[in-house]
């Protein structure tokens, strides 16, 4: 069984559409994480989950919601969206949310914003 | 400023041994990682090294040197599957966790 899944793998969207990308980990960890990945650019962490409270929101647009109903799964909401927003987006969980965890990653969702 | 800094790209030949190398400046140090990523996959973890000298993996080794800032990642033996992104990255004195913008390494033949 795959650790950490997301759901879409790509996916294409007009700047007036609204979205969702799910995140599923079956490794019974604490903490959750949301990446964007843009070529040539180190990964930009976006938002922390532990234990199903948001501890990090690093300074994200308003047109990214994230939602962590529990501590398996999270999701992130996007809605008028700029072509600027075209990356990789990456889950990830964690044990306990501490810096020094190791990540186990999903696959990411490619994100094409026209 | 933090900041990481990584070969952009590298290029090796199957059966050599490759270096990548890392050196931060960070607001201080509490461990250093390296995650290897296919194309087109999720990064998955190779190695943590918070204290001064060389881990040894199998095939992969991690060297650390926290007074020159300095890490690497040593490939032996290398396989056309070992072609894939290599990022490195640090966690700061505020436990926060600062990436690179990752090695593209290409094996050649």
């Known amino acids: 069984e795959t650790g950490v899944t997301q759901t879409p793998r790509h996916l294409v969207m007009g700047m007036t559409n609204k979205k969702s990308l799910k995140c599923e980990q079956h490794?019974?960890?604490?903490?959750m994480y949301w990446y964007k990945q843009s070529a040539k650019k180190p990964l930009e962490l976006m938002f922390v989950?532990?234990?199903?409270?948001?501890?990090e929101n690093n300074s994200v647009p308003s047109r990214f919601s994230p939602e962590c109903p529990n501590s398996s799964h999270l999701f992130l909401h996007l809605h008028t969206l700029q072509p600027e927003d075209s990356a990789l987006y990456l889950c990830?969980?964690?044990?306990?949310?501490?810096?020094?965890?190791?990540?186990?990653f999903g696959p990411g969702t490619r994100l094409t914003v026209l | 400023g933090q900041n990481i800094d990584q070969p952009t790209e590298m290029t090796a030949t199957e059966g050599a041994i490759v270096q990548i190398n890392c050196t931060y400046q960070?607001?201080?140090?509490?461990?250093l990682f390296w995650y290897q990523q296919h194309a087109g996959e999720a990064p998955t973890f190779l190695s943590y090294?918070?204290l001064d000298g060389l881990e040894e993996k199998g095939r992969f080794s991690s060297f650390l040197s926290r007074s020159k800032g300095y890490s690497y990642l040593l490939l032996k033996e290398l396989q056309m599957k070992d072609s894939a992104s290599y990022l490195c990255?640090?966690?700061?004195?505020?436990?926060?966790?600062?990436w690179g913008a990752g090695t593209k390494l290409i094996i050649k033949p």
């Open positions: 990830a969980s964690s044990e306990t949310g501490g810096a020094t965890d190791t990540q186990y």
């Open positions: 490794l019974g960890h604490n903490a």
């Open positions: 090294n918070v």
């Open positions: 960070t607001s201080g140090f509490n461990g």
């Open positions: 989950y532990n234990f199903k409270e948001q501890t």
């Open positions: 990255a640090v966690v700061d004195s505020n436990y926060q966790l600062i």
